[in-house]
């Protein structure tokens, strides 16, 4: 399940290539970009050739209501594990 919003795909010339178009959709709830993102025949999100080297970073989330200490930690723990990529 991608937790990234997705493209449709609608006269993009990279879509089969592109992981925001191929990623299978969240069963639950899915973003999609309202308008394709393509200006001049390109794409500013397109995630082809590199798609696994921005897939494989570290990501943690803080929700509205974290505290200092779960800032603190997560940005440990993150750390953490960029060392570790």
């Not at 803080?62 to 993150?78: A, E, K, P, Q, Y």
Request: net charge negative; charged share 20%.
């Amino acid at each position: 399940m991608p937790d990234i919003t997705l493209c449709k795909g609608v006269n993009c010339p990279h879509k089969e290539g592109c992981y925001r178009y191929t990623a299978i959709p969240s069963e639950f709830m899915q973003s999609y970009f309202m308008t394709p993102p393509i200006e001049d025949g390109k794409c500013d999100y397109y995630w082809g050739e590199n798609r696994e080297a921005i897939l494989n970073k570290p990501v943690n989330d803080l929700s509205r209501g974290c505290t200092v200490d779960d800032v603190f930690n997560t940005v440990v723990i993150t750390a953490i594990q960029a060392q570790q990529t």
